[in-house]
């Protein structure tokens, strides 16, 4: 299913997007102001994974029309497969930049498992990621379908909303500190140090030709309690 709905989490990173979206998002959007070089008046109006829809979360053609945007150059079909990434959170600002996010608590969920498509759609797939590794310089022998899919994926689609299709899109990719039910990093170095060896294993250099639109932020849970409280 394109749309996919949710109970309240209990634990992990979808229990403290669900609270961060829903309860206290002024702690991810004054970072996005400041990140994205928004005026203070413009505001970031989260689509998903909201309350009242069930928490639900989008893939394939439901996250384009969930963010009300048009791929006129590329169509999501000509470049992804059905049963693509299914994002953890969708958002759009006053001024039109999309955001896509992907949220993680602890270093393991980085390490994801390849891609099951079947043949016809990995060749689809493999074209995609391919391109993307090409654009961002990569000359890593790893192969993007297999090696931190989900990340490559993710990756992949921001191309295709920022490169061939001109829309103003954001990856953001999320990392809760201090979740200690699942173990996570007590610091953001930890996590730092993990981002730096898959990139470094995939052949992503720091700066590449959409570096400045994948935004990684860091978010203490330990605080987010604390404003809960």
């Known amino acids: 299913m394109s749309r996919r709905e949710q109970n309240r989490a ?15 998002p002024e702690l991810i959007d ?19 994974p909201l309350r009242d829809d069930d928490y639900a979360e989008y893939r394939d053609q ?13 169509p999501l079909a000509s470049f992804w497969p059905r049963f693509g990434p299914a994002w953890d959170a969708l958002a759009k600002t006053d001024r039109g930049d999309v ?3 992907e949220a993680k608590a602890h270093v393991p969920e980085m390490v ?18 391919n391109a993307t590794k090409r654009f961002l310089g990569s000359h890593s022998d790893a192969d993007w ?3 931190f899919y989900q990340y490559t994926n993710r990756l992949a689609h921001l191309y295709l909303l920022r490169e061939l299709n001109d829309l103003p899109a954001y990856l953001l990719f999320l990392y809760f500190i201090n979740d200690k039910e699942m173990n996570g990093p007590s610091t953001q170095s930890e996590w730092e140090a993990a981002i730096k060896l898959l990139e470094s294993f995939l052949g992503i250099r720091k700066q590449h ?4 639109y994948v935004l990684h932020v860091f978010l203490d849970v330990e605080e987010m309690e604390s404003a809960v409280a």
């Not at 030709?209 to 400045?212: A, I, K, P, T």
């Open 209 to 212: 030709r959409l570096s400045e």
């Open 112 to 129: 994801t498992d390849p891609t099951g498509a079947s043949e016809p759609s990995l060749t689809k797939i493999r074209e995609s990621l």
């Open 30 to 48: 004054r970072v996005l102001v400041t990140t994205l070089g928004l005026a203070q008046e413009e505001r970031v109006h989260w689509l998903s």
């Open 145 to 147: 379908a297999t090696c």
């Open 10 to 24: 209990l634990r992990g990173s979808q229990k403290w997007l669900q609270v961060l979206v829903n309860e206290h």
């Open 62 to 74: 439901e996250f384009i029309t969930r963010l009300g945007i048009t791929l006129e150059r590329m």
């Open 99 to 101: 955001i896509l996010v």
